[in-house]
């Protein structure tokens, strides 16, 4: 009760309750993982570690719709955003059907590319992929709106739900397969929909977007889509690649790994969704928006340099903390892998930025280096330690690009506004 009242008296704005909810979401997110690599050990692990890859790749994917939707909440009304609306989840639908049947169809391809114990869990995600997609357009309403407190249930249901399912599924009944992995994956996205109107999904009268709205939506779409295809290649690729080069082992050490380092990049998104509609809501009213920018990236900074002296400092601990001693030897990586992320999770908020202002460049630059980070571990895999050595590389230049480009743009401004 007590702190209730002082939550009260300090009267929190719904942006903080949604940044306290997206923390307490990627808490559990965490515990999620941490505990099925406890009780899966290494080698299955890695299984499980290609499905929650796969989920982060679905959520990217389906993110582009989130964003799409997120910036024209803010930009249509009325009738304008119904038809909007009507339409994006239409698309939406469509292209989940697409993809989780494209995943169904090729579950056995799939299990043999990434040496997998079974399909059938393909199989299982697949047929949730639709409902995903849908679930991104009714969080992109929320975004966009700043219905923060809707918005952060449906990461709460999701990540709940997932949590409670699957490791109910696997202490209850005492079945350690990949498929009740993704039996639970399937299960959140059902309880991740909620709260959800559905009178919205087919209006009873649907009007035609003008062919100026549609080219903006066109265009914002197809570059959102193809930077969402850069962090999948950016955030994903090295798991893959580790698991198809490397021994179940190894992925599943590597696995541990690359779900501590990004804690970073996890804590960096709850930024990324306040930066895009404040930072269009600023353009719409014709207000400066680099000062929204330096506050995040100072976030940002501050929160990569304070992890990456923590896993430096005391990686032994953080590793057998998190998971045990089976994977105590990748301790001595923890720290430099903290530091890729750190760099990409920097770059990725000026990217956002950009995009938001309808500015592209910066996308293609992520799309580049995204490419050379794949590119360069698909050439030097020796060990591990050379996987993440190559992330640093690409990672480095994106983020000095990154600087570059942004310093070139307010050189620019100043120059123009002289004029």
Not at 3 to 24: D, G, N
Not at 34 to 49: K, N
Not at 115 to 129: D, E, H, K, L, Q
């Amino acid at each position: 009760m007590q702190i209730l009242t002082i939550l009260k008296s300090k009267k929190i704005t719904p942006e903080q309750l949604f940044m306290l909810s997206v923390l307490a979401v990627n808490g559990g997110n965490y515990l999620y993982n941490l505990i099925l690599g406890r009780i899966l050990g290494p080698a299955q692990f890695a299984d499980a570690a290609v499905l929650i890859t796969f989920l982060l790749v679905l959520s990217f994917a389906a993110m582009t719709f989130q964003l799409v939707t997120a910036k024209f909440s803010v930009l249509f009304e009325n009738e304008v955003f119904k038809s909007f609306i009507s339409k994006i989840y239409k698309n939406a639908l469509l292209v989940g059907l697409l993809m989780g049947g494209l995943i169904v169809v090729f579950a056995s391809q799939l299990q043999s590319l990434f040496n997998t114990s079974s399909s059938n869990m393909f199989v299982v995600f697949g047929c949730g992929v639709p409902l995903y997609f849908l679930m991104s357009v009714n969080r992109g309403v929320f975004q966009g709106k700043k219905a923060f407190k809707s918005l952060s249930i449906t990461y709460q249901g999701e990540m709940l739900s997932r949590l409670i399912i699957t490791l109910g599924l696997i202490l209850i009944f005492d079945i350690r397969s990949s498929v009740v992995i993704a039996v639970g994956i399937f299960a959140s996205f059902i309880f991740g929909l909620i709260p959800f109107k559905f009178p919205t999904l087919i209006p009873k009268q649907a009007l035609h977007l003008n062919k100026t709205h549609a080219k903006d939506i066109r265009s914002f779409f197809i570059i959102t889509a193809f930077y969402e295809l850069t962090q999948i290649i950016i955030n994903n690729s090295d798991i893959l690649l580790v698991k198809h080069y490397f021994e179940s082992y190894e992925a599943g050490l590597y696995a541990s790994l690359a779900l501590i380092g990004r804690i970073v990049y996890f804590i960096a998104w709850m930024f990324v969704m306040l930066l895009l509609p404040t930072v269009v809501q600023l353009k719409k009213d014709g207000k400066e928006t680099a000062s929204i920018l330096f506050k995040y990236v100072g976030y940002i900074a501050a929160i990569s340099i304070t992890i990456i002296l923590v896993c430096l400092s005391f990686p032994e601990t953080i590793i057998t903390l998190l998971f045990g001693n089976s994977y105590i030897a990748m301790a001595p990586l923890l720290w430099k892998y903290a530091i890729a992320t750190s760099m990409f999770a920097i770059s990725n908020i000026f990217a956002y930025y950009y995009l938001s202002l309808d500015k592209y460049i910066p996308v293609v630059i992520s799309g580049v280096f995204g490419m050379l980070q794949m590119g360069l571990v698909m050439f030097y895999h020796d060990s591990l330690e050379q996987v993440v050595h190559m992330q640093i590389i690409a990672m480095l230049l994106l983020l000095t690009i990154q600087l570059a480009f942004f310093k070139y743009e307010q050189i620019k401004s100043k120059s123009t506004y002289l004029r």
